[in-house]
């Protein structure tokens, strides 16, 4: 359920930014600030939802590996810390604007350059977290999905490929290849974004593999054996 809340919050935040974000005159404009409070609000239950799928996770991925589950949970809440950072640079943006309001025209310009530049953090927040970081994260699960054969390999090996493709187009987005808001960006984006989904509704139609979860069992109780087995001995030692 917490990666269907942030597939829907992240496409409806990013809309509802529309007017701040492509306005380069919002900050001595008319303005539509209840839009963007909204917006806020969505990237607000987005960040907490990224987050939530790191820890519910993490009990069930570090009895496979648990190096690999911490950082799966680092990266996450990394990709929250990005998100949060990007919802303040909007929010500046509103509150430069009605500080502001009916300043006088020599004034204006440099309202207008401060909006650019909050604008311009927003931008790159937006392309570090829910692109370099979600492709990073989406990479250390769907490989640890993979091995512990969690869930189908159709689905983890989409998260592979997905979180590779994101990353390789955010490099190319960085470099002024394309515009991360274009054909090119969305394109390079419906992988991760099949990966996420599919995922989701696969764990809750079906939840884990059965017989990954019982071998982790079985693992775990052999794993007890010789400890059982020394303790038992040493209570007949004289």
């Not at 009895?63 to 929250?80: D, P, Q, S, W």
């Not at 006088?104 to 790159?124: E, Y």
């Not at 390079?188 to 019982?214: M, T």
Request: proline content about 4%.
């Amino acid at each position: 359920m917490f990666f269907l809340v942030t597939e829907v919050t992240a496409i409806g935040g990013l809309t509802l930014y529309g007017p701040v974000l492509q306005d380069a005159d919002y900050v001595v404009g008319p303005g539509a600030d209840t839009r963007v409070f909204l917006g806020a609000l969505f990237e607000l239950v987005l960040a907490a939802a990224v987050v939530g799928t790191g820890v519910v996770l993490f009990p069930v991925l570090k009895k496979h590996n648990e190096g690999a589950a911490l950082g799966y949970v680092c990266a996450r809440l990394l990709e929250a810390a990005v998100i949060i950072v990007g919802i303040i640079s909007v929010l500046s943006v509103v509150k430069l604007r009605t500080e502001f309001e009916g300043a006088a025209d020599s004034d204006a310009a440099s309202l207008v350059t401060a909006g650019k530049t909050l604008v311009a953090i927003h931008d790159w927040t937006f392309l570090m977290g829910p692109n370099f970081v979600l492709g990073a994260n989406s990479l250390v699960l769907a490989w640890l999905m993979y091995r512990a054969g969690l869930v189908p390999q159709f689905i983890a090996v989409l998260g592979l490929v997905g979180g590779a493709l994101i990353c390789a187009s955010a490099t190319g987005v960085m470099f002024g290849l394309y515009e991360q808001v274009s054909v090119a960006g969305s394109v390079a984006a419906i992988p991760v974004f099949a990966w996420e989904v599919s995922l989701a509704v696969w764990l809750i139609a079906k939840g884990f593999e059965p017989a990954a979860l019982l071998d982790d069992e079985g693992s775990d109780e052999k794993s007890q054996l010789p400890a059982r087995h020394g303790r038992s001995k040493s209570r007949v030692t004289p």
